[in-house]
């Protein structure tokens, strides 16, 4: 199956291959992977229809940008006339009444949208064990977990069921899974992409990335898809640098390796030797590479968790078995109707979030929680700027371990939580990181190598990837 979207337009414009073909062959092996879980609803009818029209177009060439591109979506991007449910029994059989904006501009390309892609619960979680219709299964091995919480979107593009797909990065969600199956996951800076259409879970991390194959399908995707919005008031207002065909700026460069991320005793061997033959690879090209101490790593995730949850329980609210979404037959009045429909609608780790953001929240814990957590934020990310006043990028294992045991860690949040914590530093501090493939573990299965870069410097970010793959 194509790796690469280049191949797939050689092949069209040849006529080896035409685009109604290449969708069934996609279908066919979503069919024969059915059991990985990676998809929730396969679009087959629409997308057979998109490609014959699509293919005409080529053959008149006036076809778009994405022809013959063929992309699964996150359960938690709305897409109008067509189901979603973030995974979530609460909005299950909701129909979106519109498109978010990153569907539409990939519809504008000609993408073919082929399904719609299995996730934690409202995008909670790190391994996809939270979604309410199952765990998604790693297709290098089957009894591994998939990452989170885009999983669905990580292994549709691992086993061949569609060439990329757009998931979401709260704390990790991209880059987690994408380092877990293989391949480059990328969350942009915050407010490149807009996040209109996307069911929030925490509003001020929250944003929509790809999962590829190869670092030139990610540029052209975000060539499409980022920009500003007027339906986002969080979204850039200024002009992006163009992602295709951009170039590094230095003929060498400085890198910073956080030396905690080495030296904690949760990184797996496999992941720390991996990490320094990566920063030995680096030096012997002529590049600079340091270690520096970070010593808010360890305040990471309790910031994290305490930020996001609180977005995520007045987000939330708004399921209330009111006006959309499960209303439980058991309701007797409006009380009732608020808490047996959430009750029975959310499943645990949703309930406990919102719990942890309400607690954090309430009178007499604001402050020694909340407000302090937000004092903390504005800290990281002071001190992340300055790293980068020295350094061109910063590099670090995307996760302390490979993709572990499907219920491995199921009854452990804590242990669960952890695994986000080398990727929640780019959310907390809004700047762009990547998650690149960096070989593999004894049992075979991938382990990622995470770089970030400055605020806005996203397309140097990829150029660096794309001048190193």
């Given at each position: 199956m194509y790796k690469n979207f280049s191949n797939i337009q050689a092949d069209l414009k040849s006529g080896s291959i035409t685009l109604p073909k290449l969708v069934e062959q996609y279908l066919s092996v979503i069919e024969e992977k059915k059991h990985l879980n990676a998809f929730l609803e396969v679009f087959t009818e629409e997308a057979k229809e998109k490609a014959v029209a699509i293919q005409e177009r080529f053959i008149q060439g006036n076809a778009g940008r994405l022809a013959g591109m063929v992309i699964g979506l996150k359960d938690n991007i709305v897409y109008k006339g067509h189901k979603v449910s973030a995974s979530s029994k609460i909005l299950k059989d909701f129909e979106s009444l519109y498109s978010a904006t990153v569907v539409?501009?990939?519809?504008?390309?000609?993408?073919?949208?082929?399904?719609?892609?299995?996730?934690?619960?409202?995008?909670m979680g790190a391994s996809n064990e939270n979604s309410a219709f199952g765990p998604v299964k790693n297709a290098f091995d089957e009894t591994r977990v998939s990452g989170g919480s885009s999983g669905g979107a990580a292994v549709s593009v691992q086993a061949g069921m569609c060439l990329a797909s757009l998931g979401s990065?709260?704390?990790?969600?991209?880059?987690?899974?994408?380092?877990?199956?293989?391949?480059?996951?990328?969350?942009?800076?915050?407010?490149?992409?807009?996040?209109?259409?996307?069911i929030a879970y925490a509003s001020s991390f929250?944003?929509?990335?790809?999962?590829?194959h190869s670092?030139?399908?990610?540029?052209?995707?975000?060539?499409?898809?980022?920009?500003?919005?007027a339906q986002d008031a969080t979204s850039v207002q200024e002009p992006i640098p163009s992602f295709l065909g951009a170039k590094t700026s230095k003929p060498k460069y400085k890198f910073a390796y956080i030396k905690e991320t080495l030296e904690a005793d949760g990184v797996e061997p496999a992941v720390k030797k991996a990490t320094e033959a990566y920063i030995q690879s680096l030096k012997a090209a002529g590049h600079t590479v340091e270690g520096i101490s970070f010593d808010l790593l360890s305040v990471l995730i309790p910031v994290y968790y305490t930020l996001t949850t609180a977005e995520a329980s007045s987000n939330l609210s708004r399921f209330a078995g009111m006006h959309y979404g499960h209303r439980s037959v058991?309701?007797?009045?409006?009380?009732?109707?608020?808490?047996?429909?959430?009750?029975?609608?959310?499943?645990?780790?949703?309930?406990?979030?919102?719990?942890?953001?309400?607690f954090v929240l309430s009178a007499g814990y604001y402050d020694a929680y909340y407000s302090k957590a937000q004092k903390v934020r504005r800290l990281v990310q002071d001190r992340t700027k300055k790293i980068f006043e020295e350094f061109d990028f910063i590099i670090s294992p995307?996760?302390?371990?490979?993709?572990?045991?499907?219920?491995?860690?199921?009854?452990?949040?804590?242990?669960?939580?952890?695994?986000?914590?080398?990727t929640v530093h780019a959310n907390i501090a809004g700047i762009p990181a990547v998650s690149i493939p960096n070989g593999m573990d004894e049992n075979g299965m991938p382990i990622g190598l995470q770089l970030m870069a400055p605020?806005?410097?996203?397309?140097?970010?990829?150029a660096l990837c794309a001048s190193l793959a």
């Open positions: 539409e501009r990939l519809l504008e390309e000609d993408a073919i949208i082929i399904g719609r892609l299995n996730c934690d619960e409202f995008a990065d709260t704390g990790g969600s991209i880059r987690q899974p994408a380092s877990f199956c293989g391949l480059y996951g990328f969350k942009p800076t915050y407010g490149f992409v807009s996040r209109w259409g996307l929250d944003i929509i990335g790809p999962i590829t670092v030139n399908d990610m540029q052209l995707l975000l060539e499409v898809i980022a920009g500003g919005d058991k309701a007797t009045d409006l009380e009732s109707t608020i808490k047996k429909s959430r009750t029975e609608g959310f499943g645990p780790e949703v309930k406990r979030r919102i719990m942890l953001g309400t995307t996760s302390p371990t490979t993709a572990f045991k499907i219920g491995e860690k199921s009854d452990n949040p804590i242990a669960m939580y952890l695994a986000d914590i080398f605020h806005g410097k996203d397309a140097e970010l990829l």
